[in-house]
Each structure stands twice: as C-alpha cells, then as structure tokens.
C-alpha cells in the first residue's frame, strides 16, 4: 500500500474542461512531485515542490498548474488540455534536503482527453 | 542533458530462469536507484547505490553499481511469476531530479 494518495484514479475530460488532481502525503516529506507517464514509457518529471515552493518546472505547458496548499497536499490544475496528454499523472514525494532521496510514489491517477 | 539508456528493452522468461538488465548512463552518477512498476501500477522504490563497485541483494535480487559509477545492473536469480512487471533505474541529476532509464519489461512464462 502506497502512504501517497491520489485521487481521482480515473478521469476523463473533454478538451474545454478544468479539473484537477488531488494528491496527499502524511508522511512528513518536505518534497512533492508531479510525474507524468505515457504508456510503455519511464516515468517524466513535470513539477518539483520543495518546503511548498516550486523548485522544478521541467517547462510544462500552461494547461497544466500546479498548486501546493500546505506540506501534505499538491494539486494540478489541467485547462484547455489536449488528447496528447491522455497518461498517467503520478505525484510522489520525498524528504526533503538532507533526508533520504527515495521517492513513493502514489497509485496514479489516469487522465483520459477527449 | 544526462540519458539512462537500459537494454533490454523487453526480455521473456520461463520461470526459474534467471534474468540481468543492464542501465547505462552518459555522465557519472552520484547514485542510482531502481524501481519497479507491475503492469497497471505505480513505480515502487526498490533500492539506491551510492558507492564505487557496490554491491546489494534482496533476497534473489542483486543490484550493483559499476565502479566509474556510471553504469548498474540488477540481476534477479530464479525467476518467478511475481516478478513480472517493468523494471526501471534512475540516475540523480541536481537535488530533486532523477532521470528515469527507458525500462526493462520482463515477462516470466510458467
């Protein structure tokens, strides 16, 4: 069992539609991350909260807007996306700075475009 | 920017064989982990190295690091039905980014 969770586990969004992903972590880690993952494909990081501060935009389209309310939550806000973003969209996290680098992943959240 | 390349790619088994992925990097690493996704699933850590020549087991899992810390392999002794799933490395590349190699997918046959 993954102490990451992530919810909605499956989504479906037309292209003119805004939804968001929801991702909580109780495991104290001070880092969150958002991975986007296509099929048959290594994971690609996308955003990096550290201490509830982007740290890492690995130059994401707009569409997508992360947010990081508090240290256990990230969300990402999707608008106006495109079917090429139909994947699945894994939020993890770890430690922090000076803490072990393992990163746990949550079970996903597969997004489908239409 | 840094690659993680893994051979192989795919790689079918039957069951009680044993089986090798090798991960190769274009720059030196200052550590490695590997993770492992079952299909439908998400990735799950499953160890780091950090040394020069290091060596790790997990029960018949054996992780090592290569000793100009570029290249790793894990090799896994008597195969079995559970361990079906995509296997992944990954290289650290500044605090918080690790660069994902392309992946193994192993198949066991019984």
């Known amino acids: 069992d993954t102490e990451v969770t992530q919810t909605p586990k499956h989504l479906v969004m037309g292209m003119t539609n805004k939804k968001s992903l929801k991702c909580e972590q109780h495991?104290?880690?001070?880092?969150m991350y958002w991975y986007k993952q296509k099929a048959k494909k290594p994971p690609e990081l996308m955003f990096v909260?550290?201490?509830?501060?982007?740290?890492i935009n690995e130059s994401v389209p707009s569409r997508f807007s992360p947010e990081c309310p508090n240290s256990s939550l990230l969300n990402l806000h999707l608008h106006a996306l495109q079917p090429e973003d139909s994947a699945l969209y894994l939020c993890?996290?770890?430690?922090?700075?000076?803490?072990?680098?393992?990163?746990?992943f949550g079970e996903g959240s597969w997004l489908t475009v239409v | 920017g840094q690659q993680v390349m893994q051979i192989p790619q795919y790689q079918h088994v039957q069951e009680g064989e044993d089986f090798t992925t090798y991960c190769n990097s274009s720059?030196?690493?200052?550590?490695i982990q590997w993770y492992k996704q079952r299909p439908g699933g998400h990735p799950v850590f499953l160890i780091q190295?950090?040394?020069?020549?290091e060596v790790k087991k997990q029960k018949r899992l054996t992780f090592q690091f290569g000793e100009a810390k570029k290249n790793s392999s894990l090799h896994i002794t008597a195969t079995q039905t559970t361990d079906v799933g995509t296997y992944f490395c990954?290289?650290?590349?500044?605090?918080?980014?690790?660069?994902f190699g392309t992946g193994t997918r192993l198949k066991v046959l019984a």
């Open positions: 990954a290289g650290q590349e500044g605090t918080y980014k690790y660069i």
């Open positions: 720059t030196t690493l200052s550590n």
């Open positions: 495991m104290g880690h001070r880092a």
């Open positions: 993890a996290s770890s430690q922090g700075p000076g803490g072990g680098t393992t990163i746990y």
């Open positions: 190295l950090v040394k020069s020549g």
């Open positions: 909260y550290s201490y509830e501060k982007l740290s």
